[in-house]
């Protein structure tokens, strides 16, 4: 009985094996590798460079230089009265000067001219005060203040010649003549980009010169008279004397220069 347990066991272990060695899966091994092989991790920063900024270069501006009439005409001039006091000096701070000032010779309903708030308010007309002067520099401001036309002064006038300076609404200015019953006009570039304006004469003996808002802008060399009245005019454009075109002016200045060489 013993034999026959001894037996059977011994043929079940075969048997096992033998199915155990049926059910193995071809291709895979079991064993297990004799060293685990080892990983070495290597961690990578990566660095944002910012992009390099193209700067677009500014334009540069040369100064232009100023013309050769500036040195040798106006500045020396402007040199010598630079520690002078003006022989006129009118800020229109005192309404009741008015009277000391006339039309010339326009005059319509439109017209008008008066002082207030330190400013003289000139409408479709000229006017004078009785200024004579032969040689001199003259600077005065004149704002547009109304309408469209242009304001001038004239100056170094008699009954066949004379000479004006006008600035127009556009802020363009011409030099104008009327010589031996001939008109002519030079216009020269625009000199403002707001409607105030700084003129600047200078006249000594057969030259002028002419400077808008410190912008030198004319010289001419001429047959003028020697002599003359300075007056204002300020009119609509075009002439329609039924517009309104109003200039306020202010500071004033004039310098008898005569006496220089």
Known sequence: MKKDLGARAVGLAILFLLLMSACRVPGISTAMPSSPTAMTGVMVT????????????????????PPEWVAAFAQPILDAIASR??????????????????????????????????????????????????????EI????????????????????????????????????????????SNVFTPSMSNPLSHLQIIAKDSCLGIHINAIPKYY????????????????????????????AFDNLKIWDISDLP
Request: proline residues 7%.
């Open 46 to 65: 990566e660095t944002s460079v910012p992009p390099t900024a193209t700067l677009t270069p500014r334009p540069t501006f040369t100064a232009m230089p």
């Open 85 to 138: 006091s003006p022989d006129v000096v009118e800020d229109f701070s005192y309404p009741n000067r008015i009277s000391s000032w006339q039309r010339a010779n326009i005059g319509t309903e439109t017209s008008s001219f008066q002082i207030k708030e330190g400013e003289f308010f000139v409408t479709n007309s000229d006017f004078t005060r009785g200024f004579n002067y032969g040689d001199f520099v003259l």
């Open 141 to 184: 401001d004149g704002q547009i203040i109304q309408g469209t036309g242009n304001w001038s002064i004239s100056f170094r006038n008699d009954s066949y010649r004379s000479v004006s300076v006008q600035i127009s609404d556009d802020g363009s200015g011409s030099f104008l003549k009327h010589l031996g019953g001939i008109d002519t």
């Open 220 to 247: 001419e060399c001429l047959n003028l008279p020697a002599y003359g009245s300075i007056s204002f005019r300020v009119y609509p454009h075009p002439k329609e004397w039924t517009s309104i075109f109003t200039v």
